[in-house]
């Protein structure tokens, strides 16, 4: 429950992303120093890459932006000292994992699961297309996977994921992570987190 | 002149690039605070995108990304009291001002230079392609515009504007603004000066 008039922000997450992890890990604690409350959102990137006309990420479609950007991401996570390797192979499929995240944003645990699937992912070397990599995460929140796992597999979570990600391209998103005000202000990447909370905390105090 | 021991960063510039502009404008002032000495150094990317199979910039290429690109150096020039507008057509044809910004290299006027087609270019909406808007920059930094267009145009100036072209792929240069330390670490985006500051500097003191 967060008071009336606390400034928002949505933070719209594909769980394959690299600068994805690097936010996940770092923006509960600047939102509440910022005293912004923040709703995550999961999303594929896939369909939104397809619809550029491209069939993987752009990183491997540009080896020179693919090879500059695992620098990059290693480079930022070494600076808050945080472990990270790239995947491989790189992207994962996220698919399953993202149908657990909608209903994990359902009940309130979104935050918690992301944050285990992205730590998987690009710290512990994980394939997190695999349900037997997400079944202990998802137990160790105090869920029966079996029961999660049937959920997200329903038509209805399915429709409600491809759902988000179509709001997503009408919001102008192409790339995660993704942080969107009330008013449409769309901020990309890990680097724009710090302007996305001032911008909506700005936007706040006008009032 | 430089002192010896002085850590030093090179600043790979595409004149028609909006984020190019962000950077050219600050740079100065904060590698004096940095302690840093800056080499700029013109370049295209114009063959570094056909080498990737573009034939325009990716901003226009990906009507979603371009959009953003816009908004958000808008959002970053009125943080820091900079003019931006876009320029129409974007991008500009910079083969002529790269050139030129080649002798400027050579004679040690780029940086300002540099600096007054970026601002004629993003702030004055002037077509930097046109030789008449160039020319009263240059007459304004105490040279003759005939002089400098010859040796723009000679074939030994087309051939080190290829090379350091060439040179910038082969580091692995694939948007501008690019920063490059001495060991070859590459940072990319205005948003990775500072950190490319702190990089050479950090690298200095452990010696």
């Known amino acids: 429950m967060t008071e009336p008039g606390t400034p928002r922000l949505t933070f719209w997450l594909e769980l394959a992303s690299t600068y994805t992890?690097?936010?996940a890990m770092r923006i509960e604690a600047l939102a509440q120093a910022a005293g912004v409350a923040?709703?995550?959102q999961p999303f594929l990137l896939g369909p939104i890459f397809k619809a550029q006309g491209w069939?993987?990420?752009p990183f491997n479609i540009y080896p020179a932006k693919?090879?500059?950007m695992s620098r990059d991401v290693e480079r930022r996570a070494a600076s808050r000292g945080l472990v990270f390797h790239m995947p491989d192979p790189f992207p994962q499929n996220s698919l399953f994992a993202a149908r657990i995240a909608t209903v994990a944003a359902t009940h309130g645990w979104l935050p918690p699961f992301a944050k285990a699937v992205l730590a998987a992912q690009f710290a512990?070397?994980?394939d997190v297309s695999r349900p037997?990599?997400?079944s202990p995460l998802i137990a160790r929140l105090g869920f029966d996977p079996a029961d999660v796992f049937a959920e997200a597999e329903s038509?209805?979570?399915k429709a409600r994921l491809r759902a988000a990600t179509a709001r997503a391209l009408q919001l102008g998103i192409f790339g995660s992570p993704s942080f969107v005000a009330e008013d449409g202000e769309l901020f990309w990447g890990d680097d724009r987190l710090e302007p996305a909370l001032s911008w909506v905390t700005a936007?706040?105090?006008e009032h």
């Open 203 to 205: 936007r706040m105090n």
């Open 66 to 68: 693919g090879r500059y």
């Open 132 to 134: 037997d990599v997400l």
């Open 55 to 57: 069939s993987t990420s």
């Open 38 to 40: 923040v709703d995550w």
């Open 21 to 23: 992890y690097l936010s």
């Open 124 to 126: 512990h070397r994980l």
């Open 155 to 157: 038509d209805d979570t």
